[in-house]
């Protein structure tokens, strides 16, 4: 099993940044890649940013030139840098690892809102 601890949301006003870390535990020698999820009241929950243990990152394109998802392997972390933040970046972000055998694991969720 992996267990993900997130941290780093709030409240913060358009145009401003934030950064999101996610530590992974357990079984990580299984993880293939790690990734952040949204998901906004009365949305789906929806892939924001992900990167592979070969460093090959994807991003949803309502984030791209905005967001960079990155990882520090020696700390079993991956985080989210999140600048010029809009009103409809406002979610619930989750912390996800995929296994190697296809099983995804979550975080416990932190909120992000974005005042306008």
């Known amino acids: 099993q992996v267990q993900l601890v997130e941290s780093g949301g709030g409240l913060v006003q358009a145009g401003g940044s934030l950064r999101l870390s996610c530590t992974a535990s357990?079984?990580?020698?299984?993880?293939?890649?790690m990734g952040w999820y949204r998901q906004a009241p009365g949305k789906q929950r929806e892939l924001v940013a992900r990167?592979?243990?070969?460093?090959?990152?994807n991003y949803a394109d309502s984030v791209k030139g905005r967001f960079t998802i990155s990882r520090n392997n020696a700390r079993n972390t991956v985080y989210l840098q999140m600048n010029s933040l809009k009103p409809e970046d406002t979610a619930v972000y989750y912390c996800?690892?995929?296994?190697?055998?296809?099983?995804?694991?979550w975080g416990q969720g932190t909120q992000v809102t974005v005042s306008s």
């Open positions: 990167i592979t243990v070969g460093s090959s990152t």
């Open positions: 996800n690892a995929e296994l190697l055998t296809g099983v995804h694991y």
């Open positions: 357990g079984s990580i020698f299984n993880i293939n890649a």
